[in-house]
């Protein structure tokens, strides 16, 4: 569980590492999992942002000891998964992430998310890892975004360069089985991976059931990002699955992780 005072500065800071590790079980079991979809999908090799259409079974790590407990202190007892993401940034080409804010892609009403970030492998400056602007979520809106069309990001929409001061980053390094959670209005990005070693890294997106994951969103989102760009994901396809508790909202329309 997360003490007041880490409580405290997730809610100041929009992010926190707790002092949690994942078991070497659980982590073994994500790394074969990881592995095996990537030697099947290789062109996931830097990024798979719809995880749960690839495999559902990837949400039983949300039950993973602790995780969901934790999540609970930071948006409440009602917790929905509506997607999880992989970036592989392999050794000495893995691209980078522009930075961003998470909400400008996502078609959830009022907008929140706590992102659960799991290192599968350990995560460093020399690899590219997360980078954060602290204290950037706390206007609670959305800066203004460009499209970035350049092949080697792994996202193409990022932050316009005069909303925010990329000299108040800060590095989120990780250890193998270490998390990070972060607030969905956080200022935040990656470098590409220069490095010899690989940083994957897998993000749990949960939403509290007070929020409507609106398909009918995505869906406009995803026509009106088509007629300006080649897009692939539309959002509305993500299946979206009840963790904890009950629909607060009473519009949610969950998927049955047994389907």
């Not at 997607?83 to 980078?96: E, I």
């Not at 490095?195 to 409507?212: A, N």
């Amino acid at each position: 569980m997360l003490t007041a005072t880490q409580i405290e500065q997730y809610h100041k800071d929009g992010y926190i590492v707790p002092d949690f590790r994942l078991s070497n079980t659980v982590l073994e079991l994500i790394d074969a999992k990881v592995s095996a979809l990537l030697n099947e999908h290789p062109e996931y090799r830097d990024n798979c942002s719809a995880l749960l259409r690839e495999d559902i079974a990837f949400s039983e790590y949300c039950y993973s000891p602790g995780i969901l407990d934790m999540v609970a202190q930071l948006i409440g007892p009602d917790i929905a998964l509506w997607n999880m993401s992989l970036f592989g940034k392999p050794a000495y080409d893995g691209k980078a992430t522009p930075w961003h804010q998470d909400g400008e892609y996502w078609p959830i009403r009022p907008l929140a998310t706590c992102s659960v970030w799991i290192a599968i492998d350990d995560s460093t400056i020399e690899n590219g890892c997360l980078q954060v602007i602290p204290g950037s979520h706390s206007s609670r809106s959305l800066a203004r975004h460009r499209h970035n069309p350049r092949d080697d990001l792994t996202l193409h929409e990022e932050l316009v360069g005069s909303e925010f001061n990329q000299t108040d980053a800060t590095n989120i390094i990780l250890e193998r089985g270490q998390i990070s959670l972060h607030d969905v209005y956080l200022m935040h990005g990656s470098q590409p991976n220069r490095s010899g070693q690989t940083r994957r890294g897998m993000t749990m997106r949960m939403m509290p059931t007070t929020s409507h994951y609106d398909r009918n969103i995505a869906n406009e989102m995803h026509v009106a990002r088509s007629k300006k760009y080649n897009t692939k994901i539309n959002f509305a396809e993500n299946p979206v699955l009840l963790l904890r508790g009950t629909d607060r909202c009473g519009k949610n329309k969950f998927d049955d992780l047994a389907a």
